[in-house]
């Protein structure tokens, strides 16, 4: 995410949240390495959900009534994030 703060979630397999976030990517990985841990790294922009990101960067735009929905916006990813999957700590 170029000239955006971001972070590193890691969600490790089978996780349903987060087991760690990061300010860079090399310190999750250095974590995940010695963890020896499987999941996935991906990169989130700070101080905004990602709905509002992609929409604001024009990387998503609403095209269906749901698309405005509380329930939409709250699950949404956008998918296209920097991520990472590692397999008992090589990435994969």
Do not use: C
């Amino acid at each position: 995410m170029e000239n955006d703060r971001s972070v590193w979630v890691f969600n490790g397999a089978q996780s349903f949240f987060p087991s760690g976030v990061f300010t860079t990517r090399e310190l999750a990985e250095s974590w995940i390495r010695v963890r020896h841990l499987t999941g996935t790294l991906t990169e989130y922009p700070l101080d905004v959900g990602m709905f509002d990101y992609k929409t604001s960067k024009g990387l998503f735009t609403p095209k269906k009534e749901e698309h405005t929905t509380a329930l939409f916006i709250g699950m949404f990813t956008g998918g296209g994030i920097d991520h990472f999957h590692y397999e008992d700590g090589k990435l994969g």
